[in-house]
């Protein structure tokens, strides 16, 4: 990040008041007030609950020179297009108008802020789902079609299987515009994408989990597996290089 952007936001937001008066723990999220810049991110501070692996940063975004809030569910994160703006003060008002419903929405789920496209479409109410595992190859079902997260440009989370020490998963989204269902892996946090769960309904995505969700849920753990013991050979590497240099 340039030296004048770090001093720009520095001076908008030193003495911010809104920021300095907010409270320690709000809906089961406690306050972290560190500063954090990495590449074009200036975080100012961010609600966390590791728990429940989920957090909101709200920061300032040097490519578009807006602030932001990023939400983190899990290993995905997404910004919150209705905070996007330029101007602090405009920042602020949307903060103290909106911010807390996104906190209580974290917390416990809001069926208020699901469109009525997924209600209608049946995936909450969807009987299969009741059948899906609770863990699968060492994967966590982190969330579960009876309660899909709403994330961005129209798509849900409608199935997430976490293995949080390996920061990976396999995730079934719900897009309402193309009205579709589709599938992403994450391998160490990087997304690895195919189209064999791309269904139109839920009664062609079930024959597809049933088919191929096992064997690509053990696929990305082989991959993650072998991705750690790299990296585990590189530190170890380095090790080595160091006490022979010393």
Same mark, same amino acid.
């Given at each position: 990040?340039?030296?004048?952007?770090?001093?720009?936001?520095?001076?908008?937001?030193?003495?911010?008041?809104?920021?300095?008066?907010?409270?320690?723990?709000?809906?089961?999220?406690?306050?972290?007030?560190?500063?954090?810049?990495?590449?074009?991110?200036?975080?100012?501070?961010?609600?966390?609950?590791?728990?429940?692996?989920?957090?909101?940063?709200?920061?300032?975004?040097?490519?578009?020179?807006?602030?932001?809030?990023?939400?983190?569910?899990?290993?995905?994160?997404?910004?919150?297009?209705?905070?996007?703006?330029?101007?602090?003060?405009?920042?602020?008002?949307?903060?103290?108008?909106? %911010?807390?419903?996104?906190?209580?929405?974290? @917390?416990?789920?809001? #069926? +208020?802020?699901? *469109?009525? /496209? !997924? $209600? &209608?479409?049946?995936?909450?109410?969807?009987?299969?789902?009741?059948?899906?595992?609770?863990?699968?190859?060492? %994967?966590?079902?982190?969330?579960?079609?009876? @309660?899909?997260?709403? #994330? +961005?440009?129209? *798509?849900? /989370? !409608? $199935? &997430?299987?976490?293995?949080?020490?390996?920061?990976?998963?396999?995730?079934?989204?719900?897009?309402?515009?193309?009205?579709?269902?589709?599938?992403?892996?994450?391998?160490?946090?990087?997304?690895?994408?195919?189209?064999?769960?791309?269904?139109?309904?839920?009664?062609?995505?079930?024959?597809?989990?049933?088919?191929?969700?096992?064997?690509?849920?053990?696929?990305?753990?082989?991959?993650?597996?072998?991705?750690?013991?790299?990296?585990?050979?590189?530190?170890?590497?380095?090790?080595?290089?160091?006490?022979?240099?010393?």
């Amino acid at each position: 990040m340039k030296e004048e952007t770090i001093a720009k936001v520095k001076e908008e937001t030193d003495n911010w008041a809104y920021m300095q008066n907010l409270p320690a723990s709000w809906h089961g999220f406690t306050l972290d007030r560190g500063v954090h810049i990495e590449k074009d991110m200036y975080d100012l501070y961010r609600y966390y609950n590791d728990a429940e692996h989920k957090s909101v940063t709200i920061y300032f975004h040097e490519e578009t020179h807006e602030y932001k809030v990023r939400l983190k569910i899990g290993l995905i994160e997404f910004c919150r297009i209705e905070f996007i703006t330029a101007k602090l003060t405009v920042f602020e008002d949307l903060l103290i108008k909106q %911010f807390e419903q996104v906190l209580m929405d974290m @917390e416990s789920f809001n #069926i +208020n802020s699901i *469109s009525s /496209i !997924v $209600i &209608d479409k049946g995936i909450m109410e969807w009987e299969d789902a009741k059948d899906l595992p609770a863990n699968a190859e060492g %994967f966590l079902l982190f969330i579960r079609p009876q @309660e899909p997260v709403k #994330i +961005n440009n129209g *798509s849900y /989370i !409608v $199935i &997430d299987y976490v293995d949080f020490a390996l920061e990976s998963s396999f995730t079934v989204y719900y897009n309402i515009y193309r009205d579709e269902f589709f599938a992403e892996a994450r391998i160490w946090n990087i997304p690895d994408v195919n189209y064999d769960f791309d269904s139109a309904d839920l009664a062609e995505l079930k024959a597809k989990l049933q088919a191929k969700m096992l064997p690509r849920l053990k696929q990305v753990r082989n991959l993650a597996e072998q991705e750690a013991v790299k990296r585990q050979q590189k530190v170890q590497a380095k090790e080595d290089l160091k006490h022979d240099s010393d």
